[in-house]
């Protein structure tokens, strides 16, 4: 067993467990998702894209791709977050939270794309 692999496989799986934590409730109910969940998504996913720049094959190409992807709806989510608490008056209404966790979803699958690549990639090589 490489332990580089199980890192590797651990914080994308780890990505995309905690960005399915953060969308599942309401989504228009700001109890529903807390701050510090997407929080956490947000730094377990750039440790997951900074582990992906180092393969420099088709695949990886692919992976580094929907790392990206998920990385910008998350920091758009993050900043529709902010905007909302701090520069307006409404604070976190309920049309704004679904545009949070929308953006959010978004991050998810392509967080799912990626552990399906990753489980495709492992299948390859066994054979």
Known sequence: MNP???????????????NFGFVLGDIDNPAHHHKWELFAVIVVNLIATV??????????????????????????AALVWIVAVYATAD???????????????????ANVISVILLVIETFLLRR
């Not at 990206?68 to 758009?76: E, F, I, K, N, P």
């Not at 604070?91 to 939270?97: N, R, S």
């Open 51 to 76: 582990l992906k720049f180092g393969d420099r094959s088709q695949v990886g190409a692919l992976l580094l791709a929907t790392s990206l992807v998920a990385m910008l709806q998350l920091t758009a």
């Open 4 to 18: 580089e692999k199980v890192v590797f496989g651990f914080f994308i799986v780890l990505a995309l467990t905690l």
């Open 91 to 109: 604070g976190l209404a309920a049309g704004t939270m679904a545009s949070i966790v929308s953006l959010t979803a978004g991050a998810m699958i």
